[in-house]
């Protein structure tokens, strides 16, 4: 099967030349890599056709867990932040999903709206514990006992956030080739078959649910490391609603749309406001019109058809 | 490619550049930019558009007048109402791209505490206009960013002295404030005041609606319950409209004196009683005595009113005296500077204990980098010649003596107070 490999490489060169070209978007790009993640996570649970609208609370989860095991905990190397943060998160998907993906259609959407809301209600009412509204701040980590200073440790956070980037996104997608991950859309295409098959539904929804939940937790962590500071809008049901926006408009074709996605709305993001203060929603919002009014199958679909080929898609 | 006739241009430019950059490092720029931070869609913007345009008429006027240091000002305005990460991707891109040599940012407390630590980092002067949670400076010492409006402790606890000078029959209170961090910091000095300055007194209700709520009829019931005899508020914008319209009706401020800490800012779009205690969580009162006499308040409020059709607020106000402020720093390190354009470092440094005299008062920074200044409260009512509600019973209690000492727990400082405390202040009416 042909891949769009050198299209991909191509966008990477570019995206790693940022730093260099325009230094003030590296923290731009640091944060659509890391929303990525967490948009790939919704995009995963998508291709066995279930919406989360609830996913940014492990993005929340995994960034409370930065900040809580930073500030509480004393933990303050960034390898060991980010496995646990992730593990954290990852707990809290095979917990939450031990019962949710019962659920499919609209009820799963709205089951992941109500725990996510749950996790928001938490960090913002927990004043004593969460700092409410105002959050907790996150100190400059350590990388393996080198100590950087913030700036250092952005140029470093950026190219971990390419590199995470470039590696897990290839995990994933090897993944989705293998049979649990082709198991993971057959439950979007014949659940029933499926299970008479002898492949147990339940247990391939909850290990994507995991990944995924681990997945926006990386996310989480990684951003709030590069915020230096979180808050429960966080775990708010419009982020959630953002991830979901960003996997359908990057695509779900491929793992990378969720980055492609991300890093796009990112950037329009940063020119709308730039462009203009007072009507930067209403250029986002025509953007995102023109987008899936032309590329119903979101921008990965741009390079999807530059193949020419219908089949089904790896990468 | 360029032609090579042109890079040699380019090339002798960008030598030509360097050298001047070398020879005189501060050389006056041809503008000063700022970025200004505050909230221009959402509900928060009933409060943050207000401060947008005291930006804009208070640049105007510092322009009119030669700007600072002959060099004049403009802005870029940045929405807060795209939450913390894009306020801070739009501060790394103003600062990192050169765009902006001072901030003024922000009005959101939460936004505060995620740009201080970032202010240090990009060694960028910032003015935190309006936020004022007493956290912002009670862990961290950033030595970029300083807050010229002081902070929740004494804001707070001026209301709670106020309403006990004026009633002090007071047993009951009740509190309902909105239902984040801003909220829950005010209850609790409002609380800790109570109880170290006349602790027999009750808190009968303490009720936290959600941000941007669009009914308080539970809420206002559970108040009429409760009997209180002052009825504690600060909520704001539009929730405070909403709030007012509907308990007006319902004859909450006929029972309970009613304590409307951010009033000032809708007595021009909503029926406040008379009596109802409103001020300005600090001395931007822009009729007050001290504002006559430094007398640059009310042509700025004319111009104003000519170019905004109402009168400023004292978000308004409070955003122009940032300006003034940054204005006056700036004017300081040129002087420190032998008439020198000074960089960032100079201007820190001229920050630094700094007093300044304001549209309203003067603000003195302390050595955490809170601006310690007068708390103006009063209650609405009618003046001569005025055709509107405006403050009546006034009181202007001292800034400093309603701050705990620098490095002291703020809370716990409360605590230490005596019901003598009440006894020394100024009476309300005494400042007319």
Known sequence: ?315 | MPKPKFRLAMTAAAAAALMTGAGWAQDKPARLDLGVFTFLSGPSAAYGLPGKQGAELMIERINAQGGIGGVPVSATYVDEAQGAEGVIAEYRRLAEGGRAQAMIAALSSGNCLALSPLADQLKMPTIGWNCDTHQLFLKDQPDYFYRPNGNTIAEFMAYTLYFLQQHPEVKRVAIINPDYAFGHDAAEIVKATLKAVRPEVEIVAELYPKLGASTYQTEISRLSAARPDVVFSNLWGGDLENFVRQAGPRGLFRQSAVVLALGETVMQRVDLPEGTIVGVLGDGWWMSPDARTIGEAEPFAAAYREKYGSDPVFPTIKMANSLIVLKAAYEKAISDNDGAWPDREQVVAALEGLSVQTLTGTTTFRDDNDGVVDQVIGTVGRAEGVDRPVMTGMVRYDGEALLAPVGQDPIAWIGTLTPDFLADLPRPGSYN
């Open chain 1, 1 to 315: 099967m042909r891949k769009p490999i050198p299209l991909l490489v191509a966008a990477l060169a570019l995206l790693l030349l940022v730093p260099v070209a325009f230094p003030h978007l590296k923290f731009v790009i640091t944060l659509a890599v890391a929303k990525g993640f967490a948009a790939l996570g919704v995009a995963l649970l998508l291709r066995g056709g279930l919406i989360s609208l609830g996913h940014a609370m492990y993005f929340a989860i995994g960034a409370y867990a930065t900040a809580f095991l930073g500030s509480k905990a004393g933990v303050s190397d960034l390898v060991l932040l980010l496995v646990a943060s992730t593990a954290v998160a990852a707990l809290a998907g095979l917990v939450f999903g031990a019962f949710l993906v019962r659920y499919r259609a609209i009820f799963f959407a709205m089951l992941n709206l109500a725990v996510s809301m749950v996790i928001f209600a938490l960090t913002s009412k927990l004043y004593g514990i969460t700092g409410g509204t105002d959050g907790l701040r996150v100190a400059v980590p350590t990388v393996l006992g080198w100590a950087p200073g913030k700036a250092a440790f952005d140029g470093f956070l950026f190219y971990l956030c390419i590199l995470l980037m470039v590696v897990l996104g290839w995990l994933v997608h090897r993944y989705l080739q293998s049979p649990l991950g082709h198991a993971l859309s057959a439950i979007h295409t014949n659940e029933v078959r499926l299970e008479y098959l002898g492949v147990s539904a339940w247990q391939t929804l909850l290990t994507s649910y995991t990944i995924s939940a681990a997945l926006a937790g990386l996310g989480g962590a990684l951003a709030a490391m590069s915020i230096g500071h979180v808050l429960p809008e966080f775990a708010f049901w419009t982020e959630s609603g953002h991830l979901v926006l960003t996997a359908v408009l990057g695509g779900i074709g491929g793992v990378a749309g969720a980055f492609i996605g991300s890093v796009f709305l990112e950037i329009l993001h940063t020119v709308a406001v730039g462009v203009a203060a007072e009507a930067w929603n209403l250029i986002i919002g025509l953007a995102l019109i023109c987008v899936i009014f032309f590329l119903p199958r979101g921008i990965y679909g741009l390079i999807e058809a530059r193949r020419g080929s219908t089949k089904e898609t790896g990468l």
